[in-house]
């Protein structure tokens, strides 16, 4: 009951990658690199198990950023063409490889990452990847011409890798979706569609998470326009309860959705954000509380899973970690509490 967990990144240690930085670029080549990011996994599991985090994750040590972590390792996808795009409906511009021929998996993409993780922890451990549409929405493509098209020859490659995870594991596989808060019309013809051909056949736990994105300017920026009440979930949370994906990941920390429409995920797991990562203020273990108390009023405790935001990589590594502190020990009030 009320185990906690986290939406995906977390930090890298200043020796690993620049800190505080989106994209920061690795300080080590080759298998020096590799030591370097298992290291860096190794310290990241133990301070969210000394911080109560019940299902861990190896918060994204292995790669840049978490779309094209996956990206770099698929045939078809060239990194020398770079293009120009819109991401996220033209909320920010940014230079992205090109799809030029026909996707394919030669190997394993993530397979010795989570080889290693999963030898390093008794816990429950969740994996991350971009859901089909976010990846649609962060590339260029000069060969499939159609969007629904690319995305469910993405999702076919996904699949085949959280199968694979799944054999070497993995307790929870979460294809990450923000996409899924702009393109509202798009998820319910075809974006949940690829999503669930990502997670066919899985008997592992899967999650989706959307969200409102990280704590850049951009998305600031953007959140400023959506006036009081951020009610994109009102269209995508009905689609998702009819969904075969078991859980949902949002934000509720610090954020302006009306928690009432989590009533809408009848059936669902709900990953409840209850840090925001969009702040250097530092909540109490009161404040995770209060938070979680208050999704208690529409999700049953057995299917509510407190949780960060969103990732936490552009955050200074000292606050995230006290950060994670205050939601091991804001869930521990609210199930003690609970369980007397």
Request: charged share 25%.
């Amino acid at each position: 009951m009320l185990e906690t967990t986290i939406a995906g990144s977390l930090p890298k240690p200043d020796w690993l990658a620049e800190p505080e930085k989106l994209w920061a670029p690795w300080r080590f080549e080759g298998e020096a690199l590799w030591r370097a990011q298992c290291d860096a996994a190794l310290v990241v599991l133990k301070e969210q198990e000394n911080a109560g985090i019940d299902i861990v994750s190896d918060g994204e040590m292995f790669r840049q950023h978490f779309v094209h972590g996956v990206l770099q390792r698929i045939d078809g996808i060239d990194f020398e063409r770079k293009t120009t795009i819109g991401i996220r409906a033209d909320r920010y511009k940014a230079e992205v490889p090109t799809v030029t021929a026909a996707l394919s998996r030669p190997g394993s993409i993530h397979g010795r990452e989570v080889a290693f993780t999963r030898a390093q922890t008794t816990r429950k451990l969740k994996f991350t990847m971009p859901g089909p549409m976010t990846i649609v929405d962060t590339i260029a493509d000069e060969h499939y011409g159609d969007r629904p098209a690319l995305a469910m020859a993405f999702a076919e490659i996904l699949n085949s890798e959280a199968l694979e995870l799944e054999a070497l594991g993995v307790d929870v596989i979460q294809f990450d979706e923000p996409a899924f808060n702009v393109y509202m019309k798009e998820v319910g013809t075809w974006g949940i569609k690829a999503l669930e051909r990502a997670a066919r056949g899985l008997k592992c736990k899967t999650a989706v998470h959307i969200c409102y994105g990280y704590g850049i300017q951009a998305n600031l920026d953007w959140k400023d326009t959506l006036g009081d009440e951020w009610a994109q979930y009102r269209e995508t949370f009905p689609v998702l309860a009819d969904s075969s994906i078991d859980q949902v990941s949002l934000e509720c920390a610090n954020s302006k959705v009306p928690l009432d429409l989590l009533a809408l995920l009848g059936g669902k797991d709900v990953l409840v954000g209850v840090i925001d990562v969009a702040t250097d203020q530092l909540e109490t273990p009161e404040q995770v509380a209060g938070t979680i108390r208050a999704a208690l009023a529409y999700v049953p405790a057995e299917r509510l899973y407190p949780c960060t935001n969103c990732g936490m990589v552009p955050l200074g590594r000292e606050l995230s970690l006290k950060k994670l502190h205050a939601l091991g020990a804001g869930a521990a009030i609210v199930r003690a509490e609970l369980e007397a």
